[in-house]
């Protein structure tokens, strides 16, 4: 077992707050006060609902983690992007680096048309060599709509499976619930599609989104689909997609956008950071396959700044499907080193 799985309890106690405190927020509050900008870090914008979330976040890991062991805190928005608490540790005296998005999905969550997630990754302190690779426990968990009252927490062990929860806040009770992939063996006909949130590059990535299901699954038959798409500005909900049976292939090119951006004069916007991507440690656990765009593990420092590119599939038999395709694309494309 886990040296750190002592810790999940408390991280999912963290959960429970954050989720209760950014639900009494956005009850008490208008959207316009909630979207406020308040701040642009790394590329990423920080809006009023954020800070709700983050003030929870440094309190309760000083009272209930911090005040038994020291710990670096990844997160966006501390200075640095980490901080060591208790104010005062050595750094380098810490074992545990826990790295939060504490509302991943602020935005749709803010004008109410998808749930947020809280994301967090438990790994042994290693310094700034710290990777994905190195987490042992995660914890994800749903920030509702208003109007919903169901919501799921999941969680995962290195090496012991995940398992999940549906909370009731009505109720205020969890009950069990399984999750899985799914078990179909093809995209056609179900939800697959390449992450293309923002303004920047749309085209180039709505075109290789084009070439791959054209190459996985021939020409479309005139006034019909093939596949469908959903573009959730969530990693943490995408990630969710894939785990629970709702997509069957997601993949996040945006970081690799940088060449075009660069011919064109453009800047780069926004892309997927490790904060965004640190609960995929559940989705491995069930059975979910993501990798680096190369193909390989995917595997990126513990930091706030690092872009991010992955591509997840369902199950093995999409991954056969759809991988070959990808990477020939981006290849002719000369996107893939």
Not at 85 to 104: F, N, T
Not at 142 to 151: D, T, V
Not at 209 to 229: C, F, I, K, R
Request: hydrophobic fraction near 40%; proline fraction near 6%; charge should be negative.
């Amino acid at each position: 077992m886990s040296e750190l799985a002592h810790l999940l309890p408390a991280v999912r106690q963290l959960h429970d707050l954050i989720r209760q405190q950014v639900v009494v927020a956005l009850a008490a509050r208008t959207t316009e006060d909630l979207a406020q900008i308040v701040a642009d870090e790394g590329g990423d914008i920080v809006f009023a609902l954020d800070r709700v979330s983050e003030a929870v976040l440094i309190d309760f890991v000083t009272r209930e983690i911090a005040v038994h062991q020291p710990v670096v805190l990844v997160a966006e928005g501390l200075p640095g992007g980490h901080t060591v608490l208790p104010v005062g540790a050595d750094q380098d005296e810490c074992r545990i680096r826990i790295i939060v998005d504490p509302i991943d999905g602020s935005r749709p969550l803010i004008y109410q048309k998808r749930s947020g997630w809280i994301l967090t990754g438990v790994a042994p302190n290693r310094g700034e060599e710290t990777s994905l690779g190195d987490i042992e426990v995660a914890v994800q968990t749903e920030i509702p709509l208003l109007k919903q009252h169901l919501s799921d927490q999941l969680w995962a062990v290195r090496g012991q499976g995940a398992q999940a929860v549906r909370h009731n806040r009505l109720t205020e009770e969890n009950a069990p619930i399984t999750l899985r992939p799914t078990k179909v063996e093809t995209v056609q006909y179900g939800y697959a599609s390449i992450s293309r949130f923002f303004p920047g590059q749309r085209d180039v990535l709505a075109g290789i989104d084009d070439d791959v299901m054209a190459g996985v699954l021939g020409e479309l038959p005139p006034g019909s689909t093939m596949t469908y798409e959903d573009q959730y500005p969530s990693t943490g909900g995408q990630l969710y997609g894939l785990l629970s049976g709702a997509d069957r292939f997601l993949a996040d090119l945006r970081p690799l956008m940088q060449k075009i951006a660069d011919q064109r004069g453009e800047t780069l916007g926004h892309c997927c950071h490790p904060y965004d991507i640190c609960t995929l440690l559940i989705a491995q656990e069930m059975g979910v396959t993501v990798t680096g765009i190369g193909g390989g593990t995917l595997n990126v420092p513990l930091d706030v700044e690092t872009p991010v590119a992955w591509a997840g599939y369902a199950n093995q038999s999409i991954r056969r499907q759809v991988e070959p395709v990808l990477q020939a694309v981006l290849t002719r494309r000369e996107l893939l080193n």
